[in-house]
Nanobody
Framework: VQLQASGGGSVQPGGSLRLSCAAS????????IGWFRQAPGKEREGVAC????????YYADSAKGRFTVSTDNAKNTAYLQMDSLKPEDTAVYYC????????????????????????WGQGTLVTVSS
């Protein structure tokens, strides 16, 4: 299984970026794709997740209204559209995959749940600065 995150870069506050996560070795229908980020000196935190089978999505409070997670199952690729970016969004962003059964743990509210993810991509750096 391989996950390849891409699309990071430098952007001014208020700008947008779209991250991609290309997966091989898994079928999205059976997996949840999660997006995480890790800022310097901070723990890795969950940002959003999406069920590949039914498209159900959950977002961290920091991402609600600004970030949109989606998948193209035919391409085995997930996306994280990030709009209205802020300096505090600066981090290395990772995508990860977990078996779809973990979606039940999100039903009570978004949690990081990073320990439940089996496969991780290498990360892509997002820098938001003027």
């Amino acid at each position: 299984v391989q996950l390849q995150a891409s699309g990071g870069g430098s952007v001014q506050p208020g700008g947008s970026l779209r991250l991609s996560c290309a997966a091989s070795g898994i079928t999205f229908d059976y997996y949840v794709i999660g997006w995480f980020r890790q800022a310097p000196g901070k723990e890795r935190e969950g940002v959003a997740c999406i069920s590949g089978s039914d498209g159900i999505k959950y977002y961290a409070d920091s991402a609600k209204g600004r970030f949109t997670v989606s998948t193209d199952n035919a391409k085995n690729t997930a996306y994280l559209q990030m709009d209205s970016l802020k300096p505090e969004d600066t981090a290395v962003y990772y995508c990860a995959a977990a078996r779809r059964e973990i979606m039940k743990f999100y039903s009570g509210g978004f949690q990081s749940l990073r320990h439940l993810y089996d496969y991780w991509g290498q990360g892509t750096l997002v820098t938001v600065s003027s």
